[in-house]
């Protein structure tokens, strides 16, 4: 018996192994898979994860995402009930339930994005018409704390009216109300809507420049308000600064004038009394108020001229 060409042995285990690893796929936790036979699909749609099998150049493998997908709508300009054009920017989140469905209907991830576009897109619009703006912006109609009842009270009559104006539906009804509609129609391409919100509103950007230029007016109204009001207060705290100190003076220049005057009271009794004993002190009391009255009339740029007669030269001489 003649033994088998190397060779041969080589090229037929390369094309067992080969065709080993196209019949052979792996699915992740996170997938689940739909085989098509020629395009169309065949059997269930195999949602375990390991190792599986298929017919090579045959089935085709077309896998799904088990996990919660996201959907970010572009931001689009809705005119409100109340006439408000605002930018309305939304987010959603979906998952694939049943992906042979999915299969049949979109295909593939591209077009389920594509497909969820037109639908929210068109329920924002008709949830967003139907609303005034404030139905939007609040999602209850909560009693404003002290430092909101200050502010409400400080804004023009309009602006009050939308700040306490009660709602009847709210934002987190209207965005139930756009999930279960939209979700209507999803339910048919084996996708589950499982969350829809609104992340922001903000005002196209004509009307963006006059609520900002209103609302910069109204903040200097009220900044002026409160200017003037300190202003006032200040004034009054000065005023009572002014009065205040002048009483404490005045008692002050009393209290001063009483012990002044008490003081020379006791200066002169003692003077009297001094004068009244002796000649000689009568005489040094003479001399001290003499020296006295020199140091009060004359000063540093004063020039005395004394006779020789007068009081001063002769208490001068006699004490010299």
Do not use: C
């Amino acid at each position: 018996m003649k033994s088998m060409n190397p060779t041969l042995i080589l090229i037929g285990l390369f094309i067992l192994l080969f065709a080993f690893y196209l019949s052979v796929f792996t699915i992740n936790e996170t997938e689940q898979v739909v085989i098509t036979q020629f395009g169309k699909p065949i059997g269930e749609p195999i949602m375990d994860p390991g190792l599986h099998w298929k017919i090579p150049f045959v089935q085709v493998v077309h896998a799904f995402e088990k996990r919660f997908l996201e959907w970010d709508g572009d931001p689009n300009q809705v005119p409100t009930k109340d006439k408000r054009f605002i930018w309305v920017d939304t987010t959603a989140r979906w998952q694939i339930i049943d992906p042979l469905q999915f299969f049949k209907s979109l295909g593939d991830e591209r077009i389920a994005h594509s497909r969820l576009d037109d639908i929210l897109d068109g329920e924002i619009r008709n949830a967003v018409a139907k609303q005034n703006l404030v139905e939007l912006v609040r999602s209850s109609n909560r009693e404003p704390d002290t430092g909101d009842s200050t502010m409400v009270e400080e804004l023009s009559e309009g602006d009050q009216m939308d700040v306490l104006k009660k709602i009847r539906v709210g934002r987190e009804k209207i965005q139930q109300e756009i999930l279960s509609s939209a979700s209507k129609s999803t339910v048919s391409w084996g996708v589950e809507l499982l969350d829809f919100r609104i992340k922001r509103l903000n005002y196209v950007d004509e009307v963006r420049e006059k609520v900002y230029a209103r609302m910069i007016s109204e903040r200097k109204r009220i900044a002026d308000k409160y200017r003037s009001e300190g202003q006032g207060e200040a004034s009054r705290i000065l005023g009572e600064k002014d009065r205040e100190l002048k009483r404490i003076q005045s008692e002050a220049y009393k209290e001063y004038q009483e012990i002044t005057g008490k003081a020379d009271a006791e200066a002169a009794r003692i003077y009297a009394e001094a004068y009244n004993r002796s000649p000689e002190s009568r005489d040094f009391y003479g001399f001290i108020k003499s020296m006295e009255t020199m140091e009060t009339a004359i000063d540093k740029e004063t020039w005395l001229m004394l006779s020789s007669e007068g009081d001063f030269y002769r208490y001068l001489q006699n004490y010299q």
